[in-house]
């Protein structure tokens, strides 16, 4: 590429013909246009778009030039196929990538940019391409490289640095590209390439950093491009920047390093990025390291874990400056870096030591308590789970030496807490921190823990099962991490406050934008009374300030207040109850009103306030909300404030509109983020569900060989040869591991001790006892950033509760015993058999736990010897079980893996996007509100958002790294406030924080280094002699403000502040460093209800603790009931709280004199300062004096007797009666906070108090008399027998004996009951008309149904007990013996007699079938004759595609070409087609992954096994021939066995015959693995052989699912039958038909439409014999054969009819005895029309009884009636008229008339009408005298059309009279 573009190359370029090698697209070698020159394509450009694309859509080789219009017009014409906006010929567009997008694009931000880049679809298809314009190249350069300058979005940067690296634009456009570039004869175009040039190169740099091993070869080659152009360029005279060709010598010096690091084998791939830095450097100083601290990693290395030597650390320097910001940044760095490894450091070189130590292995090393570390054994990574964070896993570890541990408050494992996993003694190790921490899954050693992103990537190299040995520190990695990160980033020169930081310099100047405005308008600020005279002013003129009584401040706030609004860096120092919250709300209501000042022109710029807590934060902006009411953005942990609920950050990122460019970025990656999530989860649910219970058999049998999955169902009888009656079958593997209730129960007894020490019964009383936040709770919501990182609006839950959904959905399916589900205690059956108890189920699940935790499985060896699996011990089938689950694990761990790391990099882009979605949001906002660990978080974020102004709140707290990592380059002002006297920073070593200073905050650091600061003076809080306590021991001076002089004394005690002093001995807390003492637990409970009983609401009285131990000591002792309310808290966390009372509980009491953290003036200072109105403490004032400071203050106490062995409590109602109380007991003599007297108050009712002296409620008006209330309530004198508090009842309810007026019993009944209503509760003496005795009560009715049980007779013939009053009503009972006739498939029915319906219809015979199908599979339809084809998914694949069809379907064959081929020979045949080749047998020349030869042939898949690596398996003999040294194997992709390939093919080439006379007989069907019996599906040097097959069972397939166009022509037979009767299905139900129709046009199969055409044939015949009952029979007639025709209709809808051979032959029955029965019926409904009825009665009786007899509808029983038909015919003609058919056929012929003539009277005597055979007339009927005929052509009253004389259905004269006679023809 290359070219010029102006000069005398423009006069030459028009000529046509000057030869191939230029042309108008400025490519090298492409053929011109003919008679498209540079005029030709100007003119051209001018022209409307349509005539342009006309034109180029007839010519070939147009290009473009760059600049002019013809630029403008470009995106115009890209909707052809021959160009597009890539600028090349015939390359593919990349849709939303042109010309003009990208020059849009390269306006925008540089993260922006690389966002919007990443998430295009099009990208890898625009880099693909090996042409493109010059003008696009650079363009695109362009782009890139400003995509690059992104600093937040790595993870989108290295997805963009792959694509680019691999791409056609990287390896074949950007070569032609530069070396085109010394062509270039253009001085213009010339002076513009040093910036394509710097493009490029940072294209080339981020590249080759992102990707060192695979990038270096084209970097190199690109830089040696890059190099040449730019000699060429100078040669040119062209300018180039020296800095230009510094980073070329760089970069040319990094790919050295490279090229030499990968001669070394060092540079292994690009995962190690380690290799970017050259070892060695300069050591200048004495002082100085021999590394830059840059260059150190974050994490600890393996060097660091195995070598003693600590790293070279500096101290913080406290007392002189820093010498210059490198050094200062580096002090800071080390040391923190030093704070988070140190622990972890030592605590594993401990380790490694205790495990070479003899007496420490093992058990004893287990048992071991760390300092530095908490150690968890046998670890395994078990399940992976999708967060939005990326990848995690759920970890397994041994939970038995922690049996100790309570979870809820253990801050073990929480949230954040870096672990360290190896394998090898820390040789080699992994980094994760765990991500999601719930106490109940910890308590079955679950966690969950994500891997860092280094330890991602060497993850793969570990095993599935892999046990580690995991390793805790107790820093919160986060943290550290991102504050050390930004400590590596941190330009000198970008540091804010230099000047004060690390200078110390004392002479503080005004923030700079003060300098260029500073006329400040107070009024918002002022107090209510000056508001309207406040006036604006020059803040920067001390003299025009406003005065402090106008501000409404104290003379110490003032100087704050002024400070901080006129100086760059102000501190302020707050001691307890001195306002600084309120000062510091006060300063932000004065910025905030003033934004004028310190905002920048375009509006931005906001301030930021930092907490180190979530409570201060929220008391911070909720104090700015009072006067912003919109514009607060909260980042942090999970908020308790619902008025700043809708400025959380996930809140607004949910409601809050983004930029479009990001809307689409996010919606692309997390449409990829759920695809990537679907395809994990699908396996991860199986996995989680494995570890859940015991698996049911069919999903281990992957993983069972043959021999022993066969064993396993050859289950033998138990010991006594019989199964329980009854008994419920479970599953196969529950019996075999004895898990079943009859094995368990049986065992129970005998193993009873074997799992008891496992079971702990911890009894947990916490529902009833206060609740107190656990401290791992409190840690874990510090640590937790609300930061909206996961997907928007209530996705999580939605996708949590579906992810339960699923998991329990497949957990019913996968386990044979779930341990998760809590079973409901079990009694007697109704069938009379015994389960398992609650409690044993109980016992069973904890053994199954037991035996599920352990890791020791059985070895594949011991796994080959056995044969009988029923024979193994217990032990010894657990340790089988266990290695079929790991083998099952694993192969769905293996599917797993390859999803992941594409998971991963779509959420890493994904949270690039959100983190600029962030910074749009943040930089809008005008107040940012963070935690210290949110802005840490955010580090990068608030670089770019730069805010103006920072206030630090609580900054003595926060560590000095925080605070620098928390400013950025835009910070010109800085107000830091808090009390470096109270709380200070927390390091987590001890060493560090002492000796080398790092607990010393900023705060602190400057205020000793003398830079100017205020301290408030006045404190509002403490009542004065609490405040002496704090000075002059804490503070040197400290003012009480008048609102604390007048306080209330404290009630029931003789002083407001008291220590009390004992020497009993603390207790040490197991886990952990903490400690309790019960004895001041027990006491401070005391007093605190001592201290309720005076009065005072729970709410106004806090208990304190300088220990978790102790704090949940007090917790145990406060009942809920009782003390619901009371705050209970450690020191630490109760900073900037107060209340009226505080019970202080020291703790600390031992022989050795330690009083811990208790020397530590700060948290003094804090616990001594909480309390307003009373302070009492409980402590060994003995040891604690030891401490200088706290001798101090009980010298102050001394002096005002506040202190001594007892507390005195003094007794409101008798101030004479006093109580000193030592101890918990001594309260007892105040039980209600008085005292013991009687209390003798005389109450309302006349009676008196019955309670002791009580000082809470004076007037009794709560109180409730319970004596015994003395009213009388009725005209008997009866007394209310209420408590005397509660209302007197309207009726007395005295039970008086009372005479019955009915019968004359006497009976207890309520005072108030009428005797004329009462109802006798005596027995009934009566007896029933059965015999038995009534059950109901004298004054009830007679029962009218006995329930006694007797024997009953039923029509069914069976006997059974049933209560005595169904004896007549046996129709009604239901009979419950067993069937058990057998059916005609063989099988003995399983239904009852009612079941079945007394045997007329079966139940559905439910064995289950198991014939193999021609497809290989069992098949799962229950008992049939003839299988259905087969319903699962076809397996049959190629490898080309896969059959979507259901296995039993035809399948298409695959018609593309057939790919077996090697080097040696080709396939010509089509896919599907048997192939026209013979297999390969030479040797394959590859190599394995191992190293060594592949054991596969030439053009096959090489096998997985290594004939070295894996000797055992794969010369393991089976056909015999697998040990020879020149064995070569064939791998069958089904199943995974490897197999000798000789005897493979010997064994594929027997035919039927032959494999039928050496094992068993078979049909068609694939060929089988001869190890495993896997069908052989997929396979290229069996292809052949398969393809037959497969034609073999594709044309069974058709032949047993039916040629399509007989299924079609199956269908219309039955439409069109269906349609034939449709005058009869008036006769039906309108469902029913509808029903019928719908399926004749859905279904496909030939099952179905024969079961669908037998349901019709029967429905017909139904609606036929509707229509005889309905014109044939009485109206009592047809309801009584109705009956019988609908539950026959019942059994054609009954839920899986299958109209098997049994169903067909018992319908069949039942519809002849139906068909019969309406026969009869007819002929007596006859012969009582025709009075006949007596002369048959005896004929009916005997039909009837044949007919209506119970049981089946037999053969023999059908011949009998029709006999005793035939002989009711000889009686009683069919006719009904006295005469044979004979006879009726010679009358009706001597008469020829017509039909429709014969007429029948009411009674059925016939007779004829002549003529038109119309009634016209009357007459008498001879034989009965009833009116016949009629007049008007109708006929009488009941005459009727004789039918049975002519057939005639209608009268002659009628329309219809040529209809012929129904036909019942069955």
Known sequence: MGGRREGSWREKRDGVGDGQDWNSTRRLGAPRGRGLGYTTLRELSENDPYLVAITRGTVRGIGGRRGGRWREKRDGVGDGQDWNSTGRLGAPQGRGLDYTTLRELSENDPSLVAITLSANPALKEFLRGTEMMQDLIELLCLVLSKAFKSQVDRCTLQYLAGIIKDSGFFRTILPHYLGGMGSEFNSVDKADYPQHLQNILTILSEVLSIFPASSTQSVSLLLTLLKASINNLKASEVDIQPQMEESVENLEGLIKHLQDKSREGTLRSDKDTYALLPTGGDNPGEEMPGDDFRTIPICPTAEEFQQEQRPFLRPNLTSQRYTNTHLYLDTHFRLLREDFVRPLREGIQKLLRNQTDKAGGGDNLKKKQFDDIRVYFDTKLIVPRCTHAGIAYIAQFDVQPLKFVRWQNSKRLIYGSLVCLSCDNFETFLFATVSDRDPKTLEHGLVQIAFTKESRSKLARFENDQLFLMVETTAYFETYRYVLEGLKEQEEDNLPFQRYIVECNPDVQPPAYLQIRDDYDLSSVAHPDHKRNMKPFHSLEAQAWPKKEELGLDESQMKAFQLALTKELTIIQGPPGTGKTYVGLKIAQALLTNQELWRDGLGKAPILV????????????????????????????????????????????????????????????????????????????????????????????????????????????????????????????????????????????????????????????????????????????????????????????????????????????????????DEVQAEQSEEGVWEMQRSQKKKLKNRIRTELRKSSAMTETEEGVVLDIWTLSQRDRWRLYRLWVARYRVELRTIIQKSEEAYQDAVDRLADVKRQQNICLLTKATVIGMTTTGAAKFRSVLQKVGPRLVIVEEAAEVLEAHTITTLSKACQHLILIGDHQQLRPSATVYELAKNFNLEMSMFERLVKMKLPYVRLDYQHRMRPEIACLLTPHIYAELENHPSV???????????????????????????????????????????????????????????????????????????????????????????????????????????????????????????????????????????????????????????????????????????????????????????????????????????????????????????????????????????????????????????????????????????????????????????????????????????????????????????????????????????????????????????????????????????????????????????????????????????????????????????????????????????????????????????????????????????????????????????????????????????????????????????????????????????????????????????????????????????????????????????????????????????????????????????????????????????????????????????????HVEEFVRWLHIRGQRFTEQQVFDLESELQRITLLTELHARCHMADMSGQSDQIQSEVQTITAVLTKCGQFTEQAQNSAREAMKELDKRLPPTGLGINEEEKKMIVSALQMPPGHWYKCPNGHVYIITECGGATESRRCTDCEATIGGANHRLAGDNRVATEMDGAQHPAWSETNNLQNFNLNF
């Open 610 to 821: 930092v907490c180190y807590t979530n409570h201060a934060l929220d008391q911070f902006l909720e104090g700015i909300h009072t006067f912003l009411p919109n514009g607060i953005v909260r980042v942090g942990g999970r908020s308790n404030s619902e008025i700043l609920k809708r400025f959380n950050l996930r809140e607004l990122t949910q409601s809050r509109r983004m930029p479009l460019n990001l809307q689409r970025a996010y919606s692309q990656l997390y449409m990829q983020v759920c695809e990537e999530e679907r395809d994990i989860q699908t396996h991860s649910v199986n996995l989680e569900c494995s570890l859940k219970g015991i698996l049911r058999e069919s999903y281990l049998q992957t993983g069972i060989s043959d021999a022993h999955w066969k064993s396993l169902h050859q289950q033998p009888p138990t010991e006594d040869g019989f199964r329980l009656w009854g008994e419920k079958k479970s599953s196969l593997i529950m019996e075999w591991l004895g898990l079943s209730s009859t094995v368990f129960l049986q065992r129970e007894t005998e193993n009873a001790n074997i799992y008891d020490e496992e079971e702990s019964q911890e009894l947990d009383n916490g529902d009833n006892l206060i609740e107190i936040a656990e401290e791992a709770d409190l840690m874990q919501d510090e640590r937790f950033i609300e930061d909206g990182s996961g997907p928007r609006g209530g996705r999580d839950d939605k996708k949590n509760r579906n992810m339960e959904e699923a998991v329990r959905a497949v957990e019913e399916q996968m386990l044979a015993m779930n341990l998760d589900i």
């Open 1045 to 1683: 002089l007048d306080y209330d004394r404290i009630k029931g005690l003789d002083t407001n502040l008291f220590f009390v002093e004992h020497n009993n001995l603390e207790e040490e807390i197991r886990d952990g460093k903490s400690h309790q003492n019960k004895h001041e637990a027990l006491f401070v409970v005391s007093l605190c209800r001592y201290l309720i009983c005076q009065g005072y609401k729970p709410e106004q009285i806090t208990i304190l603790t300088t220990y978790t131990g102790q704090l949940y000591c007090l917790r145990n002792l406060m009942p809920a009931s009782q003390f619901t309310g009371v705050k209970v808290h450690v020191v630490d966390k109760y900073q900037g709280e107060e209340n009226d009372i505080v019970l202080l509980s020291l703790v600390r009491s031992n022989r050795q004199g330690k009083v811990g953290f208790l020397s530590i003036p700060n948290r003094v200072c804090v616990a001594l300062s909480r309390a307003k109105k009373g302070l009492y403490c409980i402590g060994n004032s003995a040891m604690l004096g030891q401490v200088k400071l706290w001798g101090n203050i009980f010298h102050t106490l001394r002096e005002k007797d506040q202190i001594g062995s007892a507390l005195s409590l003094c007794c409101e109602n008798h101030p004479e009666r006093k109580v000193k109380a030592a101890c918990a007991d001594d309260f007892k003599q105040a039980p209600e906070g008085g005292c013991i007297k009687p209390c003798e108050f005389r109450l309302d009712c006349g009676h008196v108090c019955t309670r002791v002296c009580h000082p809470y409620d004076p007037e009794h008006k709560e109180y409730q008399c319970i004596k015994k209330c003395e009213k009388i309530i009725c005209d008997l004198g009866h007394k209310c027998n209420l408590a005397c508090y509660n209302e007197c009842p309207k009726k007395c309810s005295v039970r008086v004996e009372k005479i019955m007026p009915r019968c004359q019993h006497t009976g207890m009944v309520p005072c108030h009951e009428d005797r004329e209503r009462l109802k006798c509760q005596e027995p009934c003496m009566e007896l029933l008309p059965c015999g038995h005795p009534c059950e109901s009560f004298c004054g009830e009715p007679c029962t009218s149904q006995c329930n006694v049980k007797v024997p009953v007779e039923l029509e069914c013939g069976h006997s059974q007990q049933e209560p005595c009053f169904s004896k007549t009503h046996t129709q009604e009972t239901v009979c419950r013996s067993p069937c058990e006739e057998q059916l005609k498939c063989g099988h003995a029915c399983d239904g009852s007699c009612s079941q079945c319906f007394q045997g007329r219809f079966h139940s559905p015979c439910l064995h289950n079938c198991d014939r193999l199908l021609i497809c290989s599979h069992m098949c799962r339809e229950p008992c049939t004759r003839n299988c259905p084809p087969c319903g699962r998914p076809c397996e049959n694949c190629c490898v080309h595609s896969k059959c979507t069809e259901p296995c039993g379907l035809p399948c298409a064959p695959c018609i593309e070409p057939c790919t077996w081929q090697c080097p040696h020979q080709s396939c010509s045949k089509l896919c599907h087609e048997p192939c026209d080749r013979l297999p390969c047998n030479q040797p394959c020349a590859e190599t394995l992954d191992c190293g060594h030869q592949c054991i596969g042939l030439c053009g096959d898949k090489c096998p997985s096994k290594c004939r070295i690596c894996d000797r055992d398996e794969v010369t393991e003999i089976f056909f015999g021939t697998e040990d020879e040294p020149d064995a070569f194997f064939i791998q069958l992709e089904d199943c995974g066995h490897v197999i000798e390939y000789t005897a493979m093919d010997q064994y594929m080439e027997m035919d039927a015959n032959q494999q039928a006379s050496e094992e068993e007989d078979v049909g068609i069907k694939l060929k089988e693995c001869p190890k495993c019996k896997t069908p052989i599906r997929k396979n290229l040097r069996y292809g052949s052989h398969i393809n037959r097959c497969l034609a073999e069972i594709e044309m069974v397939k058709v032949k047993i699912y039916g040629c399509q166009a007989n299924i079609e022509e199956h269908r219309k037979t039955l439409q069109k039958q269906w349609a034939d009767n449709s005058p009869l299905y008036e006769m039906l139900c309108q469902k029913e038909y509808v029903q019928i129709n719908d399926r004749l046009e859905k279904y496909i199969l030939v099952k179905d439409l024969l079961m669908l055409g037998n349901k019709m044939g029967f429905l017909i015949k139904v609606a036929k014999l509707k229509k005889i009952q309905k014109e044939k029979l009485s109206e009592t007639q047809s309801l009584t054969l109705g009956e």
